[in-house]
């Protein structure tokens, strides 16, 4: 059982959307890991501990396993996977839950009794079973999540057709989804209505358009005007005596009849001032008799009542609206009898005009009888028939105002149909769904179940009182002294102490210590075996002193590749009996602390014939961060893997045993990365020279000018700034001190910020050419121990562009 690769991390701090290059062959049994603050290390540890990054999973990880038994390897994808329960994590995180710092107790996390042989019994049988349905869920689930997605897909599929057909009515668009088709599964139509069901007639009138009520027009009725009767007024005669002057002469007659209605009590005329004589206005009564007057009246009458019909005859046809505001089904016929109104009017009006001509040419001749063309002698105009227009009218507003209640019914109907089609399928879906269901939860209860009881078991052979025995002569081993020590006390927790008095305040470097121990003393509590572990270690030394490191070295040296000392403390010939497996199934060992790096390195390539012989492969790799365009004008670190070397490749290990410090590694690693940037440099390649300024460079020059200027050992910056000064170049000191204002500063490496840095590439030559100008020898020594060649690294870059230049400054 073991971890073959990490194939996929999503979203996880550094990790964004990554996997290894397609070069990267995957990890071994033995897996040394050096990396530098910021590339990884310590979110890549985590996140083989799931319960510590549940948000990393949450987002996607895919992780390559292997396991006893199986030929082919899997892809791990869930936090919850029985594979994590092999996986023992030795980081921060594990430290803290170590610890209460507030009373400086450990918990009893590694106390351990004696072995009670029924319950190792148990505990095997609780493991296989555990494994057994673990190996089940993820069929079960794949099988699950299939049968799950069935029902949904059956409503979806009625969805769609309902919005397709549908979605121009309300309640029928994009919102009427799988679960608004879920809501309707009651209302289903049954099957016995569906073979009569006519869907096509539904559809149409769901898919017809709503058109708004129109106003129908309220008719006045006007009094209908004959021809016969205009022909009789125009073949009237006045019966009095006429006055021949004014009988031949109407325009006269009409001024002179005013006339006499206003000398009616007069003797002289008004306008002459003549004498009227009695003989005179008798002649002119005489003429303006009553039958005169009638037949005035009657004429001003039909010419009033003509006027009245032609104006109404003009605004008939305009208070009937186009027919396009009327439903499709009503247009023909309304159009028909709107146009024949139309044409209607245009006649009857023509001819009442003529009327209106003979009407007044006859008021302006009394005494002319006159009469009409023979074919209007039976002819009668009045407002026309328009009841069938506003009977249309009032059907277009009746199925306006019921259109809504139409479309609904219809949409209802229809729904139900589709639904009632799909109810039965559905069903028998829903129900193999439940099933399916059922198993998974069954299953995950069965799991849940056996992991108590196998925490109960673990738990009850916990006895403090043998590991503390145990872990205060480790402890002073490995700290090199013996004022902290630590005693059994009720509940399985430990009291710790400092010269006998309760030590309340650790430092980090002893809880590290002490939960280091702990972490090594549990391998082999509850039945577990080492060989059937996977155990990741990050930075067991990260805050601890140099002996701490060797002291660190060997206790993981021993207990986890190659034993020294037996179990119990005593030479490996001891006769105790306590023979504890000689290594895990697969062993991961991180750390940023060179000198750890170093030995282990060097342990790995002696590595004892007797582990090879037992399969036990080891490979040597570096997380670097490079630097990477994500999008235009912005780049990331992203983490890489470099491989160092294995047992079955040594084509590194010349390299490795070059690099015999810290020191000669960040001089190999500057000027790697310096030299991959000759000639035309790539914009990652610049991102690479940009990342390494802040820690890998500083990190360097802090060793260098330590040893040249060592009364200003411990401020980097008057050191940097007392070697600027020996710097004659202009450039050279210009770039140095662009590095020292702009990034020597940079104490953390900013891990998600986006990297611009054109000038890298020439302050990294300006460094070098710094470190020549203070020790030549040196320089040169250090270029052929590590075979590289120094015009590469310390002749100075060509001239920047001007823009460059005024980055620089």
Not at 242 to 257: D, G, M, Y
Not at 366 to 378: F, I, K, Q, R, V
């Amino acid at each position: 059982m073991r971890i073959e690769n990490i194939q996929l991390i999503k979203n996880y701090r550094i990790f964004q959307n990554w996997s290894p290059s397609p070069d990267f062959a995957g990890f071994s049994d033995i897996n040394l890991i050096y990396a530098n603050n910021g590339s990884g290390k310590s979110t890549l540890a985590s996140l083989l501990s799931p319960a510590q990054s549940p948000d990393a999973w949450k987002a996607g990880v895919s992780v390559e396993v292997s396991e006893t038994g199986t030929t082919e390897p899997r892809t791990v994808e869930s936090s919850q996977d029985a594979f994590w329960d092999r996986m023992s994590v030795f980081n921060k995180d594990y430290v803290a839950d170590c610890f209460d710092f507030s009373v400086g107790e450990a918990k009893a996390l590694l106390a351990i009794g004696k072995v009670n042989a029924n319950r190792e019994k148990e505990l095997r049988t609780a493991r296989t079973r555990l494994d057994d349905l673990s190996r089940l869920t993820d069929s079960l689930v794949k099988e699950a999540k299939h049968k799950q997605a069935v029902p949904n897909t059956i409503l979806k599929s009625i969805g769609t057709l309902v919005t397709s057909t549908l979605g121009g009515v309300d309640g029928y668009g994009r919102g009427y989804d799988a679960r608004a088709v879920g809501k309707r599964l009651p209302f289903a139509m049954p099957l016995e209505k569906q073979s009569g069901f006519k869907a096509e007639e539904e559809i149409a009138k769901a898919q017809s358009t709503f058109m708004q009520e129109v106003d129908v027009p309220l008719i006045s009725a006007t009094e209908p005007l004959s021809s016969s009767t205009v022909s009789a007024v125009l073949e009237r005669v006045p019966t009095a005596r006429v006055i021949e002057t004014l009988a031949t002469r109407p325009e006269r007659a009409a001024w002179v009849q005013q006339g006499v209605e206003l000398h009616l009590h007069e003797h002289n005329c008004l306008f002459c001032s003549g004498e009227l004589s009695q003989e005179r206005l008798d002649a002119l009564n005489r003429h303006f008799d009553s039958s005169t007057r009638e037949l005035q009246d009657d004429l001003r009458f039909l010419l009033k009542q003509l006027g009245a019909l032609v104006i109404s005859l003009g605004k008939l046809h305009a208070l009937f609206p186009e027919s396009g505001l009327l439903y499709p089904e009503f247009r023909a016929e309304y159009d028909l009898l709107r146009d024949g109104l139309k044409i209607q009017i245009q006649k009857d009006v023509t001819e009442l005009e003529m009327l209106r001509e003979f009407l007044e040419r006859k008021q302006q001749d009394l005494h002319a009888a006159a009469t009409l063309p023979e074919s209007w002698l039976n002819k009668s105009f009045a407002t026309p028939d328009v009841g069938r227009l506003r009977k249309l009218l009032a059907d277009h507003n009746d199925r306006s105002t019921r259109f809504e209640a139409v479309r609904k019914s219809a949409c209802q109907k229809l729904e139900a149909f589709w639904i009632g089609e799909q109810h039965e399928a559905y069903t028998e879906a829903l129900s193999e769904a439940h099933q399916a269901t059922l198993a998974v939860e069954n299953n995950a209860k069965a799991i849940k179940e056996t992991r108590r009881v196998i925490t109960e078991l673990e738990n009850a052979e916990l006895d403090p009182a043998p590991p503390a025995e145990w872990l205060n002569q480790r402890l002073h081993t490995l700290l090199g002294r013996s004022d902290i020590s630590v005693e059994p006390v009720e509940g399985n927790r430990y009291a710790i102490y400092r010269h006998g008095e309760p030590a309340l305040h650790l430092s980090e470097g002893e809880c590290t210590a002490l939960a280091l121990l702990y972490f090594v003393r549990s391998l082999n509590t509850g039945g577990r075996s080492r060989r059937n572990q996977i155990i990741v270690i990050d930075d067991p030394v990260s805050s601890l002193d140099e002996n701490f490191t060797v002291g660190a070295s060997s206790l993981l040296w021993s207990e986890l590749v190659q034993p020294s000392v037996c179990s119990c403390g005593a030479p490996l010939d001891c006769p105790c009996g306590q023979k504890p497996t000689r290594d895990c199934g697969q062993l991961f060992l991180m750390t940023h602390n060179f000198e750890l790096f170093r030995i282990w390195s060097n342990q790995l390539d002696r590595l004892q014939s007797g582990v090879m012989k037992q399969g036990r492969r080891f490979k040597i790799l570096e997380l670097q961060a490079q630097g990477k365009r994500v999008e235009v004008g912005v780049a990331r670190r992203v983490p890489i893997w470099r491989d160092w070397g294995s047992d079955q490749n040594k084509e590194h290990k010349a390299l490795r045993t070059r690099l015999r410090s810290e020191y000669h590694y960040l001089f190999w690693r500057a000027a790697s990365t310096l030299i991959s940037c000759q000639g035309d440099p790539t914009i990652e390649h610049e991102m690479d020279a940009a990342i390494i300024l802040p820690n890998i460079c500083r990190r360097m020059l802090e060793g260098f000018l330590s040893f040249k200027f060592p009364a200003l050992m411990g401020d980097f910056r008057l050191q940097m700034q007392a070697a600027i000064d020996q710097v004659n170049d202009g450039l050279t000191r210009q770039r140095l001190v662009t590095y020292l204002h702009q990034y020597s500063h940079q104490e953390r490496v900013e891990t998600t910020r986006g990297v611009n840095r054109p000038e890298a590439v020439p302050v990294l030559h300006a460094v070098f050419e710094l470190m020549r100008n203070q020790d030549a020898e040196h320089f040169m020594d250090m270029c052929t121990a590590l075979e590289l060649d120094p015009v590469l690294l310390a002749n100075r870059a060509p001239n920047p562009t001007s823009e460059l230049e005024a980055a620089i400054a």
